[in-house]
C-alpha cells in the first residue's frame, strides 16, 4: 500500500488517530535512522564509533570500501587493522565514498515511507470490534459491572478487575481472545469492572475512593445478585486493585487470582523512574487541581522500555496481509491500545510518585482508607501468574508479590505482558491453567 493509495475509510467506525502519540514514535524513528548518517560521516572523519564494539565493523566496511574503489591486498594502501579504526577512511575514493553515503540516505528515506505506509494501513482497516455486549448489572458514576455469564446464572461468580489505565476490552478483545468468554465457557459467572473515563465528580478521585468505594460496591452487587462469595482476578494495576480489596474483604472472596501484577516497584529497573524528579512538579500540580494525566502522556512513558518498538511491530505489519487474521489481530489490539482513558491526578500521583518513586507498596507503607495493604495477611486461596517476558511488569516484581503471599501459587509462562491475555498461546499457556485452578479451588 502506498501513502497515495485511495482506499476510503470504513465509515462505519470513527476515524483511527494512533498510534498515540504518534509525533514522538516518529521523531523516535528518524533519531534512531539517523544515527547511521552520522555515523557515516564520523566513519569518513577518521574517528572512532562511539561504540567500542563496533570497531571490527568499522574496520570490515573500511576494507570492504576500498575493495570496491579498486584496491586490492597487494596495494600500497595502509592496513586499517594495522593503522587502527578510521585510519584509512579518510583516503576513501570519494566517489565511492559518495555512493555509499546515497546509499545509507535512501535506505533512511525508504524506511521512512515504510513507516508512514505502515500507519495509513492501520488507520484505513476496515476492521470493526464486533463483540456480543455484556449487560450491566450494576452502575456508579462511570464505572459499571458488565455480566459475562447471563448463560450461567447458577456458575460460581468470577470478579475481573482490569487496568484504570487502559480498557475492560483486553480481556474480551475479539473472538478467539477473551478471557471472559472462555471463563463463561467452563461455567464460570464472569463479571467485569468498567472504568471507563472518569465523570465530572470523579475529578479528585484516589486509589482509596476506587477500592475502598467503587469495588467494595462491585463485589456487594456480585454477592446480592449471585448469593455467592466470587473469585477475584485482577490484572496489572487492577490485580493491586484486587489486593487491596481482599486486605478488606476477605470474607466475602473464595479465591483470588493476580495476573501480571507489580509489587516491588525497584526491582527491575523500570525507565520510568528515572524521569520522575522531571513529572514530579506536574503530577503534583494535576493531583492538587484534579487535573487529568491524559493518554498520550501516559503512552510516552511505556515507550520508555522499548524506544523502537512500536516502529519495529507496525514495519512488520506493513509486510502483513491486510486481510489476515495476523493483520486483523495486530488492528484490534492496537485499537484497545490507543484507546486508554486518563488517569485523575490524585491516582497518578499515587501510582508514579509513591508506587514508582517510594516504593510504598513492597515497603508496607502503602494504604487504602487508612490501612495498609499488607498481602502477608492474605489467607484465601491465591494463584499469581508471572509472564517471564513482560517488560511492564518486570517478573523480579511479580516474584516479590509471591514470596509474600502464604498461600500463593506460582505460574510463569514464556508470555508478554500483553501476550498472556491477547496472543494466539494465552488461551493454553494461561487461560486453561487459571481455570482449572479455579475449578479446583472452588470444589
Known sequence: MSMTDPKPENPERPPRLGPRPLPLYLTTAMLNWSGSRLASESLRSGLPLLNPGLATLQR??????????GETAGSDAPDASASGPGA??????????????????????????????????????????????????????????????????????VLVVPSLIN????????????????????????????????????TRFSLTDYVAGRLDQALDAVRAITGKPPVVLGYCMGGLLALALATRRQADIRALGLLATPWDFSAGAPPVAAF????????????????????????????MLDPMLVIKKFLRFRSLDADGAEAIDFVALEDWLNDGVPLMGPVAAEAFLDWYGEN????????????????????LPTS????????IVP????????????????????????????????????????????EETIR
Open 60 to 69: 570490515d566496511l573500511e576494507r570492504q570500501l576500498r575493495d570496491s574503489a
Open 88 to 157: 584509512s577512511a579518510s583516503g576513501i575514493e570519494k566517489e565511492t565514498w559518495n555512493a555509499f553515503v546515497a546509499a545509507v540516505d535512501q535506505a533512511i528515506l525508504e524506511r521512512s515511507q515504510d513507516l508512514l505506509d505502515a500507519v495509513l494501513m492501520y488507520r484505513r482497516h476496515p476492521y470493526v470490534r464486533e463483540t456480543e455486549p455484556a449487560p450491566v448489572a450494576w452502575r456508579s458514576g462511570s464505572t459499571a459491572l458488565l455480566d459475562y455469564g447471563t448463560r450461567n446464572l447458577d456458575g460460581p461468580p
Open 167 to 202: 480498557r475492560y476490552y483486553i480481556l474480551d478483545l475479539r473472538p478467539g481472545r477473551s478471557l471472559l468468554r472462555y471463563l463463561e465457557s467452563l461455567g464460570f459467572r464472569p463479571f467485569v469492572v468498567d472504568w471507563d473515563r472518569p465523570g465530572p465528580g470523579e
Open 276 to 303: 520522575l524528579p522531571l513529572l514530579r512538579p506536574f503530577l503534583t500540580t494535576a493531583s492538587d487541581r484534579g487535573h487529568e494525566v491524559g493518554t498520550d502522556l501516559l503512552q510516552a512513558l511505556f515507550h
Open 360 to 379: 510504598t507498596p513492597a515497603r508496607l507503607q502503602w494504604k487504602i482508607a487508612g490501612r495498609i495493604v499488607d498481602p502477608t495477611e492474605i489467607t
Open 384 to 391: 499469581i501468574v508471572i509472564p517471564s517476558r513482560d517488560r
Open 395 to 438: 517478573p523480579p516484581s511479580a516474584e516479590a508479590l509471591a514470596a509474600a503471599l502464604p498461600h500463593a501459587e506460582t505460574l510463569r509462562v514464556p508470555l508478554g505482558h500483553v501476550g498472556m491475555m491477547a496472543s494466539s498461546n494465552a488461551e493454553k499457556a494461561v487461560w486453561e491453567p487459571l481455570g482449572a485452578w479455579m
